[in-house]
């Protein structure tokens, strides 16, 4: 049932295009705005609904509301997830430097008060499946930072620091290594009851991420294993989609430990052999010199190395 908007709720005047219902100019919730940035920031409706702090269903119908007011599609739906559409990346751009320049001039207008707010460019499975789950764990230590993860171009500038996956070898940046990764095959429990052996994988069952070093060639020579074609199976250009694909059943993924370690750790997700694989890149904390001597780009980083060690320590 499409939401009725209150007389209190918030507007934005937009001009939407000129299409079947719909009129010259609209006025649109700032709630149904704040939904989409954040979905197609995180890449996630679940991440933008722990963000805001309401369920996914509601962040999935303030944009469903928000496509039929601009009569546009924001993103494509299919059943492993959600992915923006070539407008909806532009319009998420947009939207991303105005809540931006709202949030400056508010600091502004409050000589900045004693709240700080952290923009930090991270890849969007890293953010969804990582950082998402420990929000909590950092607004409590910090809750004078309004920390903004963003997997968009957001500008020269508007970027406090970044979390990135590669070699820690970046010109002109400070870099200080998170963590690497662990690579096994990972699927869900009713796929891995039908595996006798790791020899017996079969090429069109394999789920690939490309972009990694270590993929399932590599890993296959490092568990000695031949002759299976590897260019067979279903491919996906972000690692949040082929974990839900695993998880649904349809096939076996080429898990790194960062990125599923809830799904292990729930049951979701199993892994049925034993060899692993070190990654040979990682994740790491990157900043300017200039950005990293701010109070807020450090604490954010002295966090998240905190984290990583309460995690290897067992801690959640």
């Not at 994988?201 to 000695?224: K, N, R």
């Not at 199993?270 to 990157?286: H, I, N, T």
Request: proline letters at 5%; a positive charge.
């Amino acid at each position: 049932m499409p939401l009725v908007p209150s007389r209190k709720r918030e507007y934005l005047w937009v001009r939407a295009r000129k299409s079947k219902g719909a009129m010259p100019a609209e006025r649109v919730p700032l709630n149904w705005l704040r939904a989409f940035e954040a979905a197609a920031r995180l890449g996630s409706f679940a991440a933008a609904a722990a963000e805001l702090h309401v369920t996914p269903s509601a962040i999935s119908q303030h944009i469903r509301v928000l496509e039929q007011r601009l009569a546009k599609d924001l993103f494509d739906r299919h059943a492993n997830g959600v992915r923006l559409t070539g407008p909806g990346r532009r319009y998420a751009e947009d939207l991303g430097r105005a809540f931006a320049l709202i949030e400056e001039a508010t600091q502004k207008f409050n000589d900045r008060g004693a709240r700080d707010v952290l923009v930090v460019h991270v890849p969007t499975s890293f953010a969804s499946q990582w950082i998402a789950p420990r929000l909590d764990l950092f607004r409590a230590s910090h809750p004078n930072i309004d920390l903004r993860l963003t997997a968009l171009d957001q500008g020269q500038g508007k970027v406090d620091a970044e979390i990135r996956y590669g070699w820690g070898n970046w010109p002109r940046q400070e870099a200080v290594l998170l963590m690497r990764d662990e690579i096994f095959p990972v699927c869900a429990p009713k796929v891995a009851a039908e595996l006798p052996s790791a020899g017996a994988l079969c090429g069109s069952d394999l789920l690939h991420v490309p972009g990694y070093a270590e993929d399932w060639d590599a890993w296959l020579a490092h568990a000695g294993i031949a002759d299976i074609d590897t260019t067979a199976g279903a491919a996906f250009d972000q690692s949040i989609m082929a974990i839900r694909a695993a998880i649904e059943g349809k096939g076996i993924l080429l898990g790194r430990s960062t990125l599923i370690e809830r799904e292990l750790r729930s049951g979701l997700l199993v892994a049925p052999f034993k060899e692993r694989l070190q990654s040979s890149g990682g994740y790491w904390f990157v900043a300017s010199a200039q950005k990293v001597k701010m109070p807020k780009v450090s604490a954010f980083q002295d966090w998240l190395l905190q984290t990583v060690s309460a995690a290897g320590a067992g801690e959640h």
